[in-house]
């Protein structure tokens, strides 16, 4: 089993940068994809971002120049936390949307589906 809890979001004016974080707990977390996904009122829910075991990343075409995520490696034991974290830079105002973070059976690698997720963090661009 695993939690996931994010944090982080808020509001922001156009252009600014938020750091969002999902903090996990569970077993075998180093061995799981984990990911970034976000939902606008209204819209589907759509991925922004993935976190492979080994560390490669890969990023939504439409965000990829705004966004990093990365992961608290500080403590390597297998079954202790994790944070992972997504940065968005440069801010706009369709950004305003629900982000969740995801996380993947053991040892599946990212794409394959997403098994937790956590409840959102809202973020809000506006003036």
């Known amino acids: 089993q695993v939690q996931l809890v994010e944090s982080g979001g808020g509001s922001v004016s156009p252009g600014g940068t938020l750091r969002l974080s999902c903090a996990a707990s569970?077993?075998?977390?180093?061995?799981?994809?984990m990911g970034w996904f976000r939902q606008a009122a209204g819209k589907q829910r759509e991925w922004v971002a993935s976190l492979e075991p080994d560390g490669r990343t890969t990023y939504a075409d439409s965000m990829k120049d705004r966004v990093t995520i990365s992961r608290d490696n500080s403590n390597d034991v297998l079954n202790s936390p994790i944070v992972v974290y997504l940065e968005i830079n440069s801010l706009k105002p369709e950004d305003t949307a629900m982000y969740y973070c995801g996380c993947g059976a053991l040892d599946r690698r990212c794409g394959m589906g997403v098994d937790y997720w956590g409840k959102g963090t809202q973020v809000v661009v506006s003036e």
């Open positions: 569970g077993y075998g977390l180093r061995r799981r994809c």
